[in-house]
């Protein structure tokens, strides 16, 4: 199946921070890779560091959102050891 245009994706993710639902709007590229996210719910937005949607509250100070960044990076490497993932 080939695709040539961009996916645009309604998405639900928690705050990496506090999990309070974010409503997003996801953009994936035909090849999967998350291209662009937008927070469309109001006092939240989107992280752009990962290849998939991360969302934090407006609220949170930066330092906030980095702790939380790092924890879910984290969690995330020790689970992609045991877990076979497509690069
Ligand atoms: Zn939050």
């Not at 998405?11 to 990496?16: K, V």
């Not at 937008?38 to 330092?63: I, N, V």
Request: include cysteine.
């Amino acid at each position: 199946m080939m695709k040539s245009e961009n996916d645009f994706l309604a998405e639900r993710h928690g705050c990496i921070v506090c999990a309070r639902i974010i409503d997003v709007l996801a953009v994936y590229a035909p090849d999967g890779r998350l291209v662009g996210c937008t927070a469309t719910s109001p006092g939240g937005h989107c992280l752009k560091e990962e290849r998939q949607p991360l969302a934090a509250c407006d609220t949170h100070t930066e330092e906030e959102i980095d702790a939380a960044y790092k924890r879910w990076k984290s969690r995330n490497d020790e689970k992609s050891d045991h877990e076979q993932e497509d690069e």
